[in-house]
């Protein structure tokens, strides 16, 4: 599935079923080049979407709330020919998903589950910092009338070699207070052992430190971890079933995450009350024995 330059390829089984790859970039020798794919006539499989929403514990009703993070699995291909790519400044291997961003920016984005759609995927920025090289990568799916109907903003890091002082890039200090975060608003939630292999396979995101003890050991991590992706869409699931938005509202949702969750464990999710000003809703997700935060994030409703 890893090719060394998407070019050499117009055509390949990763993409989804009627989907047509197009790569596009500067000259060889520019070294600001911009790598982005392109794939069109895609279309969502119902079947692989109730599986998704299914992993993610959405119920058979509100399968369709999922959309927001299902939708980036159209993207999981595109990012491995991004990374593979030539052009590409980072190594593939042991990138980490620092921050995401997802935005519907219209009620139509469940026009999806009807019609065929465009995906594109592009490096949007490199920078560097005291951990490494951060690239945000964008993801946008535009519908048939040429209006993009979601957006998908993910930052990954390079880690430098040296160590940086425990805990240092994690801190990012809640604007609510301990009395916000009330028991109402808290869920429990069990991480089985084998979760990383059913989101691999509802997803398509097989890397491997989410896999097996020992790939992940591979990797430098103790056990298994869940993908960022399955704790932003439980996270969601949680607060749909509590009526905190509605399948249709056009949200933007951000989150940065924090440590990560090893495999099996126990996690508690909870989010606050309505900001009404800014319609805003802080959210997190920390581990239940020593209440560390392993996400934080927000959702904007509209």
């Not at 691999?200 to 097989?206: C, I, L, P, V």
């Not at 940065?256 to 997190?284: A, E, M």
Request: aromatic residues 8%; hydrophobic residues 35%.
């Amino acid at each position: 599935m890893c090719f060394s330059d998407p070019r050499r390829r117009s055509r390949v089984s990763c993409y989804p079923p009627h989907g047509t790859p197009a790569f596009e970039g500067n000259s060889e020798n520019d070294p600001g080049v911009k790598c982005k794919v392109t794939v069109t006539g895609c279309r969502v499989d119902p079947a692989k979407l109730a599986a998704y929403a299914r992993v993610c514990e959405f119920s058979d009703e509100a399968a369709y709330a999922v959309l927001p993070t299902y939708l980036e699995s159209f993207f999981m291909p595109l990012m491995v020919w991004i990374a593979t790519c030539r052009h590409f400044r980072l190594s593939p291997l042991g990138l980490i998903h620092l921050k995401q961003t997802v935005k519907t920016p219209c009620s139509r984005v469940v026009s999806v589950l009807d019609s065929a759609f465009t995906v594109e995927c592009s490096v949007n920025q490199y920078r560097t910092t005291d951990r490494g090289v951060e690239v945000d990568v964008l993801m946008i799916i535009i519908d048939a009338t040429q209006e993009v109907i979601w957006e998908g903003l993910a930052t990954l890091l390079s880690r430098h070699k040296h160590k940086q002082k425990a805990g240092e890039h994690r801190r990012q200090p809640s604007t609510l207070s301990d009395a916000d975060w009330t028991e109402e608003r808290c869920v429990e939630v069990k991480v089985e052992r084998d979760l990383g292999l059913r989101y691999a396979s509802a997803s398509g995101d097989w890397n491997p430190h989410h896999l097996y003890p020992w790939s992940a050991r591979l990797l430098g991590y103790k056990a298994p971890i869940p993908h960022g992706m399955w704790t932003l869409s439980k996270a969601l699931s949680l607060m749909h079933e509590s009526n905190v938005f509605c399948s249709k509202s056009k949200i933007q949702v951000e989150v940065g995450f924090k440590r990560p969750i090893f495999l099996p464990g126990v996690s508690l999710f909870s989010w606050g009350p309505l900001v009404s000003d800014t319609k805003t809703i802080q959210f997190r997700v920390k581990d239940k024995t020593v209440g560390v935060p392993q996400l934080i994030g927000s959702i904007a409703i509209s």
